[in-house]
């Protein structure tokens, strides 16, 4: 069977444009140099450049190898020309272990043994023929791209896409008057700008005369205002790619349009915010437009489709565009030749009623108009769209029935039709014939948030194939699960599903890689069984009513990732064979009345997130966690009977980001040394979590529903919420100071100890504090005016403490109003408690920057800053909740696309196309 991994690499390789494919097939023609090659005479200087070059190559695992003896023309990746005997194409391109590595690692720093990388030296210059340089997906480390690249008179073709080079663009490569094909497509993280090269302004393009390929994508451009204007003298560019450039401005109408050559276009994910570009309308060859996450919120109602004719591809989903359906089909539907494949309308505010003409675009593949603002019937004519490989019409206020003519549609592979079912529309007891129909040909069901009631019968005609995705979650299904031998995805979560789990659940779907049945009814105990889903992935039971031990039988688990067990009634020991799964990096069994000590999780190397909150555990916190657990970012052992002092080995986890130690019997002081916690003082790089990142696009159920599929949020909310918790215990002595430097903490409780002293007065340092909780202590002295400076402060509460002095008034202090959150403390005074102050104001602080009155108005903003609110709302909650508000979702979207790189975004895009993908293999 086809791992997800080999189809992720399938993805990369099929997920750029066909165009740029058909080009560059034409070009790689243009400089066949075949097998002759070997016996070639290779040109003396040549080969000593060649040498040279590899001499400053870091190359771990031999690539070059074969790079000895005098005839160059036969090394890997050289080629000469057949006529000249010159060095003309030098093919370094990593063929996906580099790269695959790099996004699959499943420890913080990936292995870069598999890449090529070092220094690019100098002496290349030699192979003064060089048409055709490719050194893409190798790993360079951040190093710049070098200048002398541009002296390449000859070079027809420059790829240094995902190689991991930063810094400026150099301009000489505006020398390249010869170069059709230029690819910086880069590994964009706007967090870790190291990585992110700079192009301040693009001007030395347009000395690229022949340039037909551009793709900028992921190259910082947002200093750059005359993007268009630099590119508009390009007279023979066929292809432009700048996604994820940071641009700005999109200008309405250039002077004189040259673009009349374009055949692709994409600008998406940057942030436009701005109207339709009527120019747009005159590049009438255009072929495929992505304007995709582009923040547009124009109307588009009288946009001239019909203008467009040669139009295959066209994606302007996320964004916020308005107008009728109607209009904009009606349009596309006059085009004679019905040259529309894709259509991507999904996450838009288009309304109105679907026309009958949609049926005349026979062409169509792929339709999404999820989560619009579409009324009215679905129509009939939906019938005729023969090749309709994927339907998306979730999200919308469509009524009437879904019309019996979809079950003709025998191509059909993906269909969405999630909270789209009205009182109107449910599908009653019985599966509808149109769904039986598609059945045994579809790869992704989604009919999750409906209001499907009843029973699902026990044999549906799924076949099998790579992937079989089946959501049914959040409707009113009960009685039994039922067992679908071919899926690989059985999403049930959130209905009234009862009675135990098939016993024989595992030999019945062994093909599962997911199985998410939380939020169920479901009693009685795990089933052994589960241990035979080899390909088991994730495993989510949470929320029923499961009893009885956790099983010993883990051990053929071998894929598994995350297993979470939470809010049942089991109870027991942990099993050791639980750390027999190697791959296992989320483990969850909160909420239950699991006891004993924790030895069992000794061998648990792999977890990252470690949830055994609200349960029965004792003893003290094993020193071990910090020895052996040492990819923990989140320790949550809450609400616990743990007892004694907080080890000093935890200091040692230094990805942690959420350490929850709160309402247990630990004693003593507070560790001196949590302020080394690196996790939480230092921005970690987004990419050191890629890992889980990738792993949770790949494998939660959210995520292959591209819709819905923001699944990256989860790692999200995990490294942003950075999240001390130690309150409810018997902590005594001071808080250290040295805690204050622990930059990134977002929430820091201490509530409900015995702490005493004084609050540090370096408490500033703490600048991303959002959340101080420290009431309900012992504490004395003034509150420090250093607190002034906290302006990320928006929660906090220092009642029922002996402070004294007066409350700054200053900066985010004037609006905290509630003397709740000051009293208890006899000698405060000051706004807002009524005590005022008897001595003059000799703390009084500077109003240094109290013009903090940051109103961007981005709507967006305070949505950012409860991310990090700590940990129930922040993290958890967030997390384990598949029902979010659509507002919420999309604001989730767009900070996905802040701080999400390139490729994951890829990974997104093309989990739509999934299924033609993966018959095409
Ligand atoms: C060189 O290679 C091209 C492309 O394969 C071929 O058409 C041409 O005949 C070759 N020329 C010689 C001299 O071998
Ligand atoms: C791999 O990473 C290490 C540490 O960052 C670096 O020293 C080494 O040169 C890298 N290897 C390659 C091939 O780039
Ligand atoms: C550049 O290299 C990447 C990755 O190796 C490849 O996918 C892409 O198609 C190449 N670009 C061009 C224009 O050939
Ligand atoms: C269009 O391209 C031509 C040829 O390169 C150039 O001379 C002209 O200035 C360009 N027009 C604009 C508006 O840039
Ligand atoms: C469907 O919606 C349309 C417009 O939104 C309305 O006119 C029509 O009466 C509705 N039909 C049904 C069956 O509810
Ligand atoms: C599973 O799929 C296979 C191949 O597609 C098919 O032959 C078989 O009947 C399916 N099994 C069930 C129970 O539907
Ligand atoms: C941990 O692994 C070691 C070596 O594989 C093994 O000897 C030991 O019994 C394991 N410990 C537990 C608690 O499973």
Same mark, same amino acid.
């Given at each position: 069977?086809?791992?997800?991994g080999a189809l992720?690499?399938f993805?990369?390789?099929l ?13 790689s023609?243009?400089?066949?140099t075949?097998?002759?090659?070997l ?17 400053g190559?870091?190359?771990?695992l031999g ?6 003896g005098k ?6 990746g050289?080629h000469?020309?057949n006529q ?19 996004i ?8 870069n043994?598999?890449c ?7 002496s ?22 070098p ?28 020398n390249?008057?010869n ?8 590994y ?7 990585r ?11 000395g ?17 205002t005359n ?7 390009l007279?023979s ?9 940071g641009?700005?401005?999109?200008p309405p109408s ?14 998406s ?5 701005s109207l339709?570009?009527q ?9 495929e ?18 203008d467009?004719?040669?139009l295959?591809?066209l994606?302007l ?16 539907s006059?085009c004679?030749n ?6 991507y309308?999904?996450h838009?505010q ?5 026309p ?9 593949r ?21 090749n309709l490989?994927a ?9 009437g ?8 549609l ?5 269909l969405?039709?999630y909270?789209?079912?009205g ?8 599966i509808?014939?149109?769904?039986e129909?598609?059945?045994p040909?579809?790869?992704?069901l989604?009919l ?5 009631g ?7 005609p ?6 079989v ?5 959040v409707n ?6 039922p ?12 209905n009234?599903?009862?009675?135990s ?7 019945m779907?062994?093909?599962?890689e ?14 052994l069984?589960i241990?035979?889903m ?9 929320n ?10 883990w ?10 067990l ?5 109870s027991?020991n ?16 909160s909420s ?9 999780l ?6 990252s997130?470690?949830d ?6 004792s ?7 910090g ?5 923990l970012?989140?320790l ?11 080890p000093?080995?935890?200091c040692?986890l ?18 001196s ?16 979590y890629?890992?889980?990142s990738y792993?949770n696009y ?23 919420v950075?999240s001390?918790?130690l =309150?409810? &215990?018997? %902590?005594? #002595?001071? !808080? @250290?100071?040295? +805690?204050?430097r *622990?930059?990134? /903490?977002?929430t $820091?409780?201490? =509530?409900? &100890?015995? %702490?005493? #002293?004084? !609050? @540090?007065?370096? +408490?500033g340092? *703490?600048?991303? /504090?959002?959340t $101080?909780?420290?009431s309900?202590n012992? %504490?004395? #002295?003034p !509150? @420090? ?7 990320? /402060?928006?929660? $906090?509460?220092?009642?029922y403490?002996?402070l004294s #002095?007066? !409350? @700054?008034?200053?900066n985010?202090?004037?609006?905290f109003?509630d003397p ?14 009524q ?8 703390g ?5 920057d109290?013009?903090?009155?940051n ?15 700590g940990?129930?709302v922040g ?24 701080v999400?790189?390139c ?5 997104r895009?093309?989990?739509a ?6 018959s095409?293999?």
């Amino acid at each position: 069977m086809a791992t997800w991994g080999a189809l992720l690499q399938f993805l990369i390789i099929l997920s750029f444009p066909l165009f740029s494919k058909s080009l560059c097939l034409e070009e790689s023609n243009e400089l066949k140099t075949d097998a002759g090659d070997l016996n070639l005479r290779c040109i003396d200087i040549e080969r000593n450049a060649l040498l040279q070059f590899r001499e400053g190559i870091i190359d771990p695992l031999g690539h070059l190898a074969s790079w000895v003896g005098k005839n160059c023309c036969g090394w890997k990746g050289v080629h000469c020309s057949n006529q000249t005997g010159h060095v003309a194409k030098l093919d370094l391109r990593d063929k996906g272990n580099c790269f695959m590595k790099r996004i699959q690692s499943a420890a913080a720093y990936y292995d870069n043994s598999s890449c090529l990388g070092g220094k690019i030296s100098s002496s290349l210059l030699d192979l003064k023929y060089l048409k055709y340089l490719d050194l893409s997906m190798n790993d360079f480390q951040g190093i710049p791209i070098p200048d002398f690249l541009g002296s390449f008179e000859r070079m027809r073709y420059l790829n240094l896409s995902f190689a991991s080079f930063s810094g400026t663009v150099p301009p000489h490569l505006g020398n390249l008057s010869n170069l059709r094909y230029l690819d910086l497509l880069a590994y964009s993280n706007p967090y870790d700008d190291i990585r992110r090269s700079w192009v301040s302004d693009l001007n030395w393009v347009s000395g690229l005369t022949s340039l037909k390929y551009l793709n900028l994508g992921g190259l910082n451009l947002s200093l750059e205002t005359n993007w268009l204007q630099a590119l508009n003298r390009l007279p023979s560019l066929s292809e432009l790619h700048l996604s994820y450039c940071g641009l700005q401005n999109i200008p309405p109408s250039p002077p004189n349009l040259n673009f009349t050559t374009l055949l692709v276009l994409d600008l998406s994910n940057n942030q436009f915010k701005s109207l339709f570009p009527q120019w747009l309308f005159n590049i009438s060859y255009l072929a495929e437009l992505k304007l995709s996450s582009c923040y547009m919120k124009p109307s588009i109602s009288k946009a001239a489709w019909e203008d467009l004719c040669h139009l295959q591809v066209l994606d302007l989903s996320f964004n916020e565009i308005s107008g009728d359906i109607s209009d904009l089909i009606g349009d596309l539907s006059r085009c004679s030749n019905h040259s529309i494949e894709e259509l991507y309308l999904l996450h838009n505010q288009f309304s109105g009623q679907l026309p009958e003409s949609l049926g005349f675009l026979k062409n169509l593949r792929y339709l999404s108009l999820d989560e619009n603002w579409i009324t009215g019937p679905i129509p009939e004519s939906i019938g005729k769209l023969s090749n309709l490989n994927a339907l998306g019409l979730a999200e919308n206020q469509l009524n009437g029935t879904i019309p019996e003519s979809v079950g003709t549609l025998t191509q059909l592979t993906i269909l969405t039709l999630y909270k789209i079912l009205g009182e109107d529309v449910a599908i009653s007891d019985t599966i509808p014939h149109w769904l039986e129909k598609l059945c045994p040909q579809i790869r992704r069901l989604d009919l999750s948030y409906n209001q499907i009631g009843g029973m699902l019968p026990n044999s549906l005609p799924f076949s099998w194939d790579t992937a079989v995705i089946v959501d049914f979650s959040v409707n009113r299904l009960g009685g039994q699960i039922p067992l679908w031998p071919n899926v690989t995805h059985l999403i049930l979560a959130n209905n009234l599903f009862s009675g135990s789990i098939p016993t024989n659940i595992g030999q019945m779907m062994s093909r599962l890689e997911i199985l998410d049945l939380s939020g169920n009814f479901l009693n009685g105990s795990i089933p052994l069984s589960i241990s035979d889903m080899e390909y088991l992935q994730r495993l989510y039971l949470s929320n029923n009513l499961l009893c009885g031990e956790i099983h010993g039988k883990w051990r053929n688990l071998q894929e598994i990732r995350a297993i979470d067990l939470s809010r049942n009634n089991l109870s027991g020991n942990i099993p050791s064979s639980i750390c027999s799964m190697p791959k296992l990096f989320w483990l969850r069994l909160s909420s239950n009345s699991l006891s004993g000590e924790l030895s069992s999780l000794k061998n648990c190397t792999s977890l990252s997130a470690l949830d055994l909150g609200d349960n029965e555990f004792s003893g003290n916190i094993p020193q071990w966690i910090g020895e052996s657990l040492l990819s923990l970012i989140v320790l949550r052992i809450r609400a616990n009977m743990f007892y004694g002092n907080i080890p000093e080995n935890l200091c040692h986890l230094y990805n942690l980001h959420i350490l929850d130690l709160a309402g247990n019997n630990l004693s003593g002081s507070i560790p001196s040394c949590l302020g080394n916690l690196s996790g939480l003082s230092s921005w970690t790089p987004y990419s050191r979590y890629s890992h889980l990142s990738y792993w949770n696009y790949i494998f939660t159920p959210q995520m292959v529903l591209v819709v819905k599929g923001l699944p990256t949020m989860y790692t999200l909310t995990l490294i942003l919420v950075r999240s001390i918790d130690l =309150s409810d &215990n018997n %902590l005594r #002595g001071d !808080i @250290p100071e040295e +805690i204050t430097r *622990l930059s990134m /903490l977002g929430t $820091l409780n201490l =509530s409900r &100890n015995q %702490l005493t #002293g004084k !609050i @540090p007065d370096s +408490i500033g340092g *703490l600048k991303q /504090l959002e959340t $101080l909780d420290l009431s309900c202590n012992h %504490l004395s #002295g003034p !509150i @420090p005016l250093s607190m002034t400076s906290m302006t990320s /402060l928006s929660s $906090l509460n220092v009642s029922y403490n002996n402070l004294s #002095g007066q !409350i @700054p008034s200053t900066n985010q202090f004037q609006t905290f109003n509630d003397p709740a959150i000051y009293e208890g403390n006899l000698d405060l005074c000051g706004s807002p408690l009524q005590t005022p102050c008897l001595t003059d104001n000799k703390g009084k602080v500077e109003d240094r920057d109290a013009k903090d009155d940051n109103n961007d108005e981005d709507e967006t903003l305070p949505f950012y800053i409860s991310m990090g609110l700590g940990f129930g709302v922040g993290f958890w909650a967030v997390f384990g909740s598949l029902v979010m508000k659509r507002s919420w979702r999309h604001a989730y979207f767009k900070f996905l696309d802040r701080v999400a790189d390139c490729f994951y975004i890829y990974v997104r895009l093309n989990m739509a196309r999934l299924p033609r993908m993966v018959s095409k293999e």
